[in-house]
Each structure stands twice: as C-alpha cells, then as structure tokens.
C-alpha cells in the first residue's frame, strides 16, 4: 500500500503532466503555489486567477492559469523556465526562491486580516530554561523544512545565539551533543505546542499567534525564549523577465482589489485573503540579513 | 348513528385486528431493535477497533494533527456523532476538530471511566447514542491510548421504524383484509337471520300471528326464532281467548237471557274440548238443589231421567257437591275407577271417560258447576285450565246476572204497582181537594153574605161583644174564603193540565206587576229586571207564581221601601230566575219547610196569609221541571231562585215528580 506522500507526489505529477500538455504559455498568466495537495491549491487560487483574467485582457493576457509545484525547488525550476509568472507564499520559500531564480518582491498578501506575525521560541516554565543559550544540549521542535515561522526564522535565531542547530538523529538515543541544539519536526504547530507541554521536546518555535492559540489554558505554564522582528506573512513575486508593464498592470489590479466589491469577494475566495499592500521598507533589510543564512539552508538542502 | 350488527363486526374485526396488528407491529420492533442493537454493537465495536488500529502511530508519535486528520476522516460516517482519542491516563489527545476544544482535559464522564476500566471493547446506549469505547494498541499490544465513539442511533431508530412500518403494514393490511372479510361474512351470516326475525316480529307486530319462521338454526339465532314461533303461537292462543272472551262477554252483557248465554259459552268449550259434552248446573233452593241451564252434545231427556227423572233440579250430590267442596277444578281422569262416580254404568254407555267440574262463582258465593266430559282420557293442559276458568267466570256472571236480572224484574214491576197506585191516589186526594174546595165555597158565600149583611144592617144596634162577635165571625168566613181560594188554585196546578206554550216571561213579569200596582204604589217599592228570556210553560201558572213571590217581597218589607230586583241566568239547559228583595230575610234553616203547605213563619197578626202561596209556587216550578229554593239571612232580604228549561223546547208539561227508571 502506497504511503500518503507517495500518493501525493503521484498526483501532482499526474497535474503536472496534464497542465503541461495542454499549456499554451505564451499567452498566459502562470500563478504559481507549492502545495501537497494540488487541486486543494489550485480551488483555493481560482478565485484570484479568475479576478486577474478579464483586466489583464488589455495587457495581452487571454488567460491566467494556477500552477501548483511540489516543492521550493520545482517551483525555482518552473520561475527560472517562465512556467511560472507570480508565485505567492509565505516569506522563507519566497526569498529561497527569489534567491535561487532572482524572482522579485512585488507585493505583500495580508491574510485574516494580519500583515505580519512573530516566530518564537517556547519552552515549559518548568525546563530550567529561561533563554536561548540555556537550550544546549536541548531538543527543539520545528513545524516543517519550508516554514517561516516554524523553522527558518526560530532557527536563525538559535544561530544568531552562538547555538548550532543539527536534525536530531535517530542513533542519538536521545542525548544531544553539547553545544548543540536538536531540532525535530513535527510537521504541525499543535504537535509542536503538544510535544513540548507533554516534555516530548525542551522547546518548539511557531508564529506567535499559533503559539497563544495552540497554548489555551496552559499559557501560564510556557517561557517565550525568543521573539522575532515582525516577518511579512506572505509574498508575491513575479520571475526575472516579466514585462514591467504587465507587472504594472497586476500591482494596479491586486492593489485596488479590497476597493472593490468583486474584489473582496475575491480576496475572500482566496484562502480569506484581506488585502494586498506594498512590501514594507524594512524588508529588504531582513532579506539582506538572511542572506548568508539563506544560502547555508539551500547547502544544507 | 345506527350501526348495524355487520358494520359493529367490522369495526370490532377491524379494532381487534388494529389491536393485533399494533401488538405484533410492537413484538417486531422490540424483536428488530434488539437485533439491530446487537449488530450496531458489533458494528460499531468493528469500527472503533480499526479506526483505533488506524491512529495507532499518530497517538504513540503525539501526532495531533495526523491524528486529526485521520479522526476527520473517519466522521465522514454519518452516524458517527463524535470521537475522543485520549491518552493512557484518559487526557483527551483529539476529537478529530480543528478546534479540539477539550484537548488536554481529562474524561471523567461515566463512559469514559467505563471505558478505562476495561481491557476490551465496551458499548452504552446513552440518550440517542450508542458510545463504544476501548483501548488503542498497537501490532505489539502495547496500549497508548483510547478511543471513544458516539455513534447516532437515528439511523437505527430510522430501521426501525422502517421494520416496524413494514410490519405493520404487512401485518395489518393482511390482518385488516381478513377481518374485514371475515366480518363481512359473519355479518352477512347472521345479518340475515336477524332480520327474518325482525321482519317476523314486526309481522306478528302488525297482527299477522300465523307468521312462523324457520327453525333450521342449532345455534342462539335457531333458539331466538323458535321463541319468536313460541311467542306467535302463544299470543295466536291468547288473542283467539281474548275474541273468545269478547264474544262471550259480549253476549253476556247483550242479553240477559241466561239460556242463549250458556248455549254460546257451551259451544266455545265445546270448541276447546273437541266436541266433549258439557252441562251447567246452577244452585237454587237456597243451596240445596242443582238446577240443570245448559246441555251441549248429550241427550238432555236422557241424562235427565238417569239423573233426575223429570224433573229439572235435584238434590246437590255426586260430582257437583265434590266439586263445590273442592272450590276449584275437579278433575278425574278415568270416571270408572273414581268411588265417588255415581250412574258409573250410564256414563261407561255414554262412552264418557274423563271429568272437568269447575266451581261457578266464589267459595263465599258459589253460583253452579260447569261440567264438561270427555271421551278419551284426557289431562288439561295450562292453557285449556285457563280457558276454562274464563268461560266458567263468565257463565258465573251470566248466571248472576240473570238472577239479578230476574230480581230487577221483579221490583220494576213492584215499584210501577206503586207507582200507579200512588198516582192514583194523588189523583183522587186533588180531585177531593178540588171538589171539596168548590162545593165549600157555596156555604161559605152563604155565611160569609149573611154575616157581613149582619155586621152591616146591625152596627150600633147590638152590645160590643155582639158586634165584636159578628166582626169575628165576619173575619173568620173571609179567611176560610181566601184559604178556599189558594186550596183551589193549588189543586188546579196539578188538575189544569194545559198545554205549555213559548211565553215571554218579560210580559208575564209585566202582568204580575199590574196585578200588584196597589201594593207596589203602597208600599213604594222599586222592581228592577234584567233581560228576561222566552221559556216554555204554563202561562196562568208561571204568572201566579211571579205574582207569590213578588208579593212576598212586598207582604214581607222591613222598615224600607222594598227594592225588589227580577234577575235572570243561563245555566247550561236552564235558565235560573230569581226574586230578590230587601226585606226581613229568612233563617236559613226555614228554607225547605217554608215551601210545605201550610207552613208558616210568623203569625196572622204580624203577615197574613194561608200558608199556600210557596206551596204552590214549588208545585208550579215542579210541574215545569224545574227546583225552587231560596238563600237568605234573616234581616239582609231573601232571593228566591226558580229554574226553567231553555235549551229543550218542550209543549208537553212535566207529568209527574216520581220518575220510571228505565231498567
């Protein structure tokens, strides 16, 4: 029997082959989203394609189509070949991407109503921790390798503390190296919250709006070791190579969509998408700041 | 609403089969919920144990959000209503929603602890769900966790009621169609013989007592149409005794000639006893004798002879004393074995067997013997006892009818000797009265003459006695002349007889007044009348009598002018006339003898008068059919009432005062 990772990739691949085979990629616009589940992801970016399609027909655009990409990889593959003109994600994926093909910021996606959001650093008040450095020889858990404020951001973090964080290995039989921090997955924010109220782990990292949802009643029980500068929630980009005049045309278009009736249904359609605003100044100061550990993340990949 | 014996057996067909049908509808629910409970049980602990293996890993890796998923896919069943994964301490990991709001709380409901206190699998119904729950193993038994589901029982109770629909409907459509048929059947079945009795009844109702119905039932219906045959027959009997006893009374009461009477009563026993001969006896001579009234189908001189020789009484002995002794029925079923049987060889050559005395009349007052004799031997039934009885009862009233009829016979013709010997003698006392009256007269004129022409031609002549004398004398002879005057006008009321006429009393009323002017001038009385009618009589005498009252009205004044008032009313067939005055009034207890001849109340000296005039005038009212009488008070006037026919216009006077009674 078949996991159900394995079953997913099968499907994408499935989608892919059939998007490619009936692409005509000169006349349209390509959004693109990474996604396990593709179809999931293209329902949830149809109502934005659909909003996009009618203006953009003065610019040349017959159609705007949703590609979906299993991974930041494939996704860097389909932007570096034009397979894909605008791609919308959270900030991590975003500037790996953005590193990795020169795709450019455009503008920020405001999501239930928040722009931006903090990545922390929680541990049990109980842990005899009460900062970073205290979780040498620690484990910590992440959400998952892509996550902004689940991995990349805590984990910038902890190296910025002189820490040096490595994957947990299974042979460890649960000690960890001194002067290292073990970092686990969970692959879900309430597992990360469980885990470490339940001393499965020292210490979890998750945006600081999960974590006060995930905490409930334990709130009181739980030390925020680390909270980071607010991170844009999500970006879009467009590829290296995209007329400015049509980028134009889609920064006039998505800015002006919470103005409008249409709009805003759309935008609501669109996974309760609020708005779409400019990328705040001091972005390109985080973007700069990362760099260095941007590319170590894309070695380490 | 009238139902009828059928559409009541429908409807209780109908009812009892419903009932049946709901019984059976509940059995089957009962049946199928148990049955469905169990395979809901089984089914659900199935589920629960796969899903419980299915999230194995996901609670052993503290995998909240695989384990979310997987809880959320497996409520994709409709009926599952909820599902709790707890820890092996029971701190609830998830249930299956994004919101998870028990997450981290502790199960302490009873089910949960339930559940925690079992090694294997267990279910509770609690209100609408069926909860399973049990522990959460892996390959290697090792148990990490609970599972706990609650699963809608509104599916079940939907199959259910399904099951229970289809009963029902199967069960009672079938159940219903027989009933109903069954009904129908049984009600057409004794729906009719029902109503030949009804029709029957109402036949017999109508007078048609020969109407008989068939008796080919053995069940209740054949036992109500033999007593609905049983009745005809018996009111046919009772009306056939009621007409005989209507003829017989009849006859009894049409004529009271005792032999016709008895030869009907004997030919209805004659009917009853098929042609038996019967003899009636009654007693005469004080009880001593039997006196032989009736024969039927026997030889009257022979039976006689045997009995009596010629003679038609004889002495009260044999049968006929026993019977009156016995006072009642005697019967004797073989003549020729009874000792008290006389003339035993004349009855065994009559070929008479059997006997039936019955006592005429009472024990106090017994009237004969009804004897009827039969040929065969023969025991009265109830029915010919009683006929029996009811002939004998009426022979008895025939014969005592017969004696009182001889008896008013007897003093009619007595009472009309009287009658005319009285009138006779009436006729002659008037007559004397009459004749003695008028030829009184003649010597009275004569001393009544000589003694006024004497007091006239020697006044002053004579001492004062002599003259006191003559005045006496002179008094006396008028007094006897007035008192021959009324004796003669009081025997021609009853020696006149003339015819009577239509007379307007208004005119009569005038001319006694006339006659009366000098008194009514005199005394300064006032007569009043009202409307008075026309009757029928004898003019002098109804005069005479209006002038008697009237001038005792005024002869008997008090200190007052007499206010003398004629009245008149109409009293059905009669008028009531009356006389009333203001005068001295009478004691009531005078108010019959004041109407006697001769009577009177006060003397010569206080009113004259012959003591006739009220004698006379009950005499005139009489002869006209009517009654006199007065009301009064002495001091407060008197008035005197008289009555006349109206409505019967007669010419023929009033005869007598002694009326014949018709017999």
């Not at chain 1, 928040?114 to 109980?126: P, Q």
């Not at chain 1, 020889?137 to 820490?163: C, D, I, N, Q």
């Not at chain 2, 024990?363 to 009683?386: A, C, F, I, S, W």
């Amino acid at each position: 029997m078949p996991s159900r990772k394995a079953r997913v990739w099968a499907l994408w691949t499935w989608l892919c082959v059939i998007s490619l085979q009936g692409s005509v990629w000169g006349d349209a616009l390509r959004i693109g989203s990474i996604g396990y589940l593709p179809a999931d992801e293209i329902r949830d970016f149809l109502p934005l394609a659909r909003y996009l399609s009618e203006p953009l027909k003065t610019a040349g655009v017959e159609e705007v189509r949703v590609i979906v990409a299993g991974s930041i990889s494939e996704m860097a593959g389909f932007m570096r070949s034009g397979k894909v003109d605008l791609y919308i994600d959270s900030v991590f994926p975003s500037m790996i991407v953005s590193e990795l093909t020169g795709s450019r910021f455009l503008l920020r996606r405001w999501k239930r109503g928040i722009g931006e959001y903090r990545a922390v650093i929680f541990c049990k008040n109980d842990a005899s921790i009460s900062k970073l450095t205290d979780l040498r020889g620690k484990t910590v858990a992440f959400e998952e390798p892509f996550s902004s404020s689940g991995y990349f951001f805590p984990k910038l973090a902890l190296l910025r503390a002189g820490l040096r964080p490595v994957p947990k290995r299974e042979s460890s039989g649960g000690s960890v190296a001194a002067g290292d921090v073990d970092y686990v997955f969970s692959n879900a924010d309430e597992n990360t919250m469980a885990w470490v109220l339940r001393g499965r782990v020292n210490a979890g990292a998750t945006d600081h709006q999960t974590f006060a949802k995930e905490a409930r009643g334990h709130i009181k029980d739980l030390t925020i070791l680390y909270e980071s500068a607010p991170i844009t929630r999500h970006l879009l980009s467009y590829r290296d190579g995209l007329s400015e005049n049509l980028v134009g045309k889609i920064k006039q278009i998505l800015l002006a969509m919470d103005k409008s009736a249409s709009g805003k249904k759309a935008l609501l359609e669109f996974h309760q998408t609020s708005k779409f605003d400019p990328v705040p100044l001091g972005f390109a100061d985080i973007v700069s700041k990362s760099a260095p550990f941007l590319r170590q993340e894309l070695e380490l990949k | 609403m009238k139902l009828g014996i059928r559409a009541k057996l429908i409807i209780c067909a109908f009812g009892v089969f419903l009932f049946t049908s709901a019984v059976s509808a509940g059995f089957v629910y009962l049946q199928a919920r148990r049955e469905i409970l169990y395979d809901a049980e089984t089914s659900v602990k199935d589920i629960a144990a796969s899903t419980a293996g299915s999230v194995f890993d996901e609670v052993y890796r503290l995998d909240l959000w695989g384990l979310r998923q997987k809880l959320a896919a497996a409520r994709a069943n409709p009926d599952l209503s909820y599902t709790y994964v707890t820890d092996i301490a029971g701190v609830m990991l998830s249930d299956g929603s994004s919101g998870n709001p028990l997450r981290d709380h502790m199960l302490t409901d009873p089910f949960s602890t339930l559940m925690r206190s079992s090694s294997t699998w267990v279910t509770r119904i609690e209100g609408d769900l069926l909860k399973v729950g049990g522990p959460i193993r892996g390959p290697d038994k090792s148990q990490v966790g609970y599972l706990q589901m609650g699963f809608s029982l509104a599916g079940m109770h939907n199959d259910l009621v399904d099951a229970a629909v289809r009963a029902i409907t199967f069960g009672g459509v079938i159940g219903i169609s027989v009933g109903v048929a069954l009904a129908f059947l049984f009600g057409t079945a004794l729906g009719r013989p029902i109503r030949a009795i009804a029709e029957a009844c109402r036949q017999i109702g109508a007078g048609k007592l020969e109407t008989r119905l068939d008796g080919g039932r053995s069940d209740e219906l054949g036992e109500v149409a033999e007593a609905v045959n049983s009745m005809a027959a018996a009111l046919e009997r009772k009306i056939d005794q009621l007409k005989t006893a209507q003829e017989v009374n009849e006859a009894v009461t049409a004529t009271l000639e005792l032999p016709s009477v008895l030869q009907m009563l004997t030919g209805k026993i004659e009917r009853l006893f098929s042609h038996s001969p019967v003899i009636i006896v009654q007693l005469v001579n004080r009880g001593q004798e039997f006196e032989y009234v009736a024969f039927r189908n026997v030889d009257e001189e022979e039976w006689m002879a045997e009995y009596g020789g010629k003679s038609r009484s004889i002495a009260m002995s044999g049968l006929g004393k026993a019977v009156i002794e016995c006072e009642g029925i005697l019967h004797i079923r073989d003549l020729t074995a009874d000792p008290r049987v006389r003339h035993r060889k004349f009855l065994i050559r009559q070929g008479l067997v059997s006997y039936f005395g019955l006592l005429l009349g009472s024990k106090d007052n017994p009237l004969g013997v009804l004897t009827v004799y039969t040929r065969q031997p023969h025991d009265p039934g109830p029915d010919e006892v009683e006929a029996l009885h009811d002939l004998g009862r009426h022979a008895g009233v025939a014969i005592q009818n017969s004696r009182l009829y001889q008896a008013s016979r007897e003093a009619e013709k007595s009472l009309a000797e009287k009658v005319a010997e009285l009138a006779r003698s009436n006729a002659e006392l008037e007559q004397f009265a009459y004749a003695a009256s008028h030829d009184l007269q003649e010597p009275l004129r004569a001393i009544t003459g000589y003694t006024t022409l004497l007091a006239k031609r020697y006044k002053g002549k004579l001492d004062r006695d002599a003259e006191e004398f003559i005045d006496f004398a002179v008094d006396g002879a008028n007094r006897m002349q007035r008192l021959i005057n009324d004796l003669l006008l009081y025997s021609r009321v009853g020696t006149g007889r003339k015819e009577f006429t239509l007379l307007d009393f208004k005119a009569l009323l005038a001319d006694a007044l006339l006659s009366l002017k000098a008194a009514i001038d005199e005394s300064g009385a006032c007569v009043t009348q009202d409307t008075l009618p026309k009757v029928c009589g004898d003019e002098t005498q109804l005069r005479q009598l209006l002038q008697n009252l009237i001038g005792n009205a005024l002869k008997y004044r008090d200190r007052e002018p007499p206010r003398i008032h004629i009245g008149c009313a109409r009293e059905r067939d009669r008028w009531i006339l009356s006389v009333k005055d203001n005068g001295i009034g009478i004691d009531p207890q005078y108010a019959e003898r004041i109407f006697a001849i001769f009577q009177r109340l006060h003397t010569g000296q206080e009113y004259p008068g012959t003591g006739i005039g009220l004698a006379l005038c009950k005499k005139i009212v009489d002869r006209h059919g009517g009654r006199i009488w007065v009301e009064s008070a002495p001091g407060r006037g008197a008035t005197f009432y008289f009555t006349l026919p109206a409505s019967n216009f007669s010419v023929r006077p009033f005869e007598s005062t002694i009326h014949q009674v018709a017999i």
